[in-house]
């Protein structure tokens, strides 16, 4: 990523304070509700970490990566405030590296794709450890989508399918989300390492 786009998401944040962060991921909660216990997370592309501090609320240890120092500033602060424990905030641009290790129980992505980290994401994952995706796929013909045109931020399910074969798919839906006139087209999946997989 060009530090051009690092300067970008830095702007975004800058002005933004803890009140500003938004709702963590309904499709992160929805797993938080099925799945009993914790473990250790891993939130890529985290933002600001709406998600990784709902994370740390219920006690998961959680990896938050994102290429912004100033939204992981921003992250920290509300941690801090909340007096939640269990978080590193990780600098990275993840075109380039993926600087952690696994094993993880849960590896968390929302809107935002690079196909050769998802390929990398199965070997992260403990046995039994899920994925949950939330990404942009195209619109339907003759519809138009308020999120990303780029067709290199969006996938189809079937694609996503293939991509993470090595997983155990539990879930694969397409979902619309916002409002009627400004639509997103979403892909949600969750996906399992399998439990006797110790390679």
């Not at 963590?24 to 997370?41: K, M, N, Q, V």
């Not at 694969?172 to 087209?185: H, N, R, T």
Request: charged letters at 25%; glycine letters at 8%.
């Amino acid at each position: 990523m060009a530090g051009a786009d690092r300067e970008r998401w830095d702007a975004r944040y800058r002005n933004r304070d803890g009140n500003s962060l938004g709702l963590p991921s309904e499709w992160l909660l929805t797993y938080l509700d099925e799945t009993a216990g914790a473990g250790r997370a891993l939130d890529l592309a985290c933002g600001a970490g709406r998600n990784a501090l709902a994370l740390a609320e219920r006690g998961w240890r959680v990896d938050a990566v994102d290429v912004s120092p100033v939204a992981l500033a921003l992250g920290q602060q509300v941690a801090e405030a909340r007096q939640l424990s269990g978080l590193r905030w990780i600098v990275a641009d993840l075109e380039t590296e993926l600087p952690v290790a696994g094993p993880y129980e849960l590896i968390l992505i929302v809107r935002y794709l690079d196909r050769a980290l998802l390929e990398a994401l199965p070997a992260l994952l403990a046995p039994g450890g899920s994925l949950l995706l939330e990404l942009h796929q195209p619109a339907p013909p003759g519809q138009t989508s308020s999120g990303p045109r780029n067709p290199d931020y969006l996938i189809t399910p079937d694609a996503l399918r293939t991509l993470l074969a090595p997983l155990v798919l539990e879930t694969l839906d397409s979902v619309v989300a916002g409002a009627i006139e400004k639509p997103e087209y979403l892909t949600r999946l969750r996906a399992r390492r399998p439990a006797d997989d110790g390679d």
